[in-house]
C-alpha cells in the first residue's frame, strides 16, 4: 500500500510568488491535513479537508489556503510569498476524525 | 499558547538504557495521543498512540503511559539504540486537528 506523496519534494521561490504544493493520500483515506514545520515554530496546524470540505483552519493569514479534489488528493497554495514562509510543508493522511495520522515526506519551500 | 508541552528538548542515552519523554496537555477535549519519530529530512513516521481510556500501551520496546487526571502521558524507550535516535514529538488531537509539543532530540550513544 503507498504511503503518503507530496510533491515536489523541494521548491525554491522569490518573494512576491505563489507556490501550489500537492498531496495524495494513502488509498481510501479521505482526511487530509496541512502542517507547516519551522525550527522555531515547530509542527503547526494550516487546515483539514474531509471530502472536499475544509473542516478546521489554523491560524494562519489569507495567503495560505487549499483544496481537496474527488478523489482525496489535495493542493495547497500560498500567495504572496515571504521569506517566512520557508518551512517543511507536511501533509498526513488519516480515514476521518480520531484515525490514526500518516505523514508524506514533506515538501522543502525555500523563499528567496 | 502550547497547547501541548513537551520536555525535555534534548536528551542523551546510552545504549540499552531507557529514554523517556515527557508531554502535558491542558485541553480535556483531548481524545488521542500519538508518538512520532522523525528522522532529518524526512516527515515524522507515527510510533505508537493511546487513547483515555487506557492507562499503558505497549508495543514492543515502546511504551505510552498516560494519567488522565494529571493531563500528562510519556512515551518509554526500552533497551534504546543508536538507531533510535531521532527526534519524538508527541501530541494530541480533540478530533482530526493535531496539536504537537515542540520535539525532543533523542541521541542515543553506542
Known amino acids: 500500500k503507498a504511503g503518503v506523496t507530496q510533491t515536489p519534494r523541494y521548491l525554491i521561490k522569490t518573494r512576491g510568488q505563489q507556490v501550489t504544493l500537492s498531496c495524495s493520500p494513502i488509498?481510501?483515506?479521505?482526511?487530509v491535513s496541512w502542517y507547516q514545520q519551522t525550527p522555531g515554530q515547530g509542527l503547526q496546524f494550516l487546515f483539514e479537508y474531509f471530502s472536499e470540505t475544509q473542516r478546521n483552519k489554523g491560524n494562519f493569514p489569507g495567503r495560505f489556503s487549499g483544496r481537496q479534489f474527488s478523489n482525496s488528493r489535495s493542493e495547497m497554495n500560498v500567495s504572496t510569498l515571504e521569506l517566512g514562509d520557508s518551512a517543511l510543508y507536511l501533509c498526513a493522511s488519516s480515514l476521518g476524525l480520531g484515525a490514526e495520522a500518516f505523514f508524506g515526506q514533506g515538501t522543502r519551500l525555500t523563499v528567496v | 499558547q502550547q497547547q501541548v508541552k513537551q520536555s525535555p528538548q534534548s536528551l542523551i542515552v546510552q545504549k540499552g538504557g531507557i529514554s523517556i519523554i515527557n508531554c502535558a496537555y491542558e485541553n480535556t477535549a483531548f481524545d488521542y495521543f500519538p508518538w512520532y519519530q522523525q528522522f532529518p529530512g524526512k516527515g515524522p513516521a507515527l510510533l505508537i498512540a493511546?487513547?483515555?481510556?487506557?492507562s499503558e500501551k505497549k508495543e514492543g520496546r515502546f511504551t505510552i503511559s498516560f494519567n488522565k487526571s494529571a493531563k500528562q502521558f510519556s512515551l518509554h524507550i526500552m533497551d534504546s539504540q543508536p538507531g533510535d535516535s531521532a527526534t519524538y514529538f508527541c501530541a494530541a488531537s480533540p478530533l482530526g486537528q493535531f496539536y504537537f509539543g515542540t520535539g525532543t532530540s533523542l541521541t542515543v550513544i553506542p
Open positions: 493511546i487513547r483515555p481510556d487506557v
Open positions: 488509498s481510501g483515506h479521505r482526511s
